[in-house]
């Protein structure tokens, strides 16, 4: 079993920056890729950015430039920097991980991004 808690999200204002964390515990076995997406209301969950233990990154159109993705193996954490805040960028917010060893994405519990024009 593996879990994720997320930390960091919250209000800001339009051209602030917030940073999410995510940290993994439990049988953390062969890492694949860790990952950032969210859900605004009313539309499908989507991809921000994924990071793979080789380090290589992808990133939304929609938020290239603006977002940073990195990690910190040793803790099995990773985060989310998010600067030039707009409000489309208002959604929930979840960490995901994959492993080699297992088909199914684990995912975080969620966390609220809200930028206020």
């Known amino acids: 079993q593996v879990q994720l808690v997320e930390s960091g999200g919250g209000l800001v204002q339009a051209g602030g920056s917030l940073r999410l964390s995510c940290a993994a515990s439990?049988?953390?076995?062969?890492?694949?890729?860790m990952g950032w997406y969210r859900q605004a209301a009313g539309k499908q969950r989507e991809l921000v950015a994924n990071?793979?233990?080789?380090?290589?990154?992808d990133y939304a159109d929609s938020v290239k430039g603006r977002f940073t993705i990195s990690r910190d193996s040793a803790k099995n954490t990773w985060y989310l920097q998010m600067n030039s805040l707009k409000p489309e960028d208002t959604a929930v917010y979840y960490c995901?991980?994959?492993?080699?060893?297992?088909?199914?994405?684990?995912w975080g519990q969620g966390t609220q991004v809200t930028v206020s024009s």
């Open positions: 995901s991980l994959d492993l080699w060893v297992s088909p199914a994405t684990s």
């Open positions: 990071i793979t233990t080789g380090g290589s990154t």
């Open positions: 439990g049988n953390i076995v062969s890492i694949n890729a």
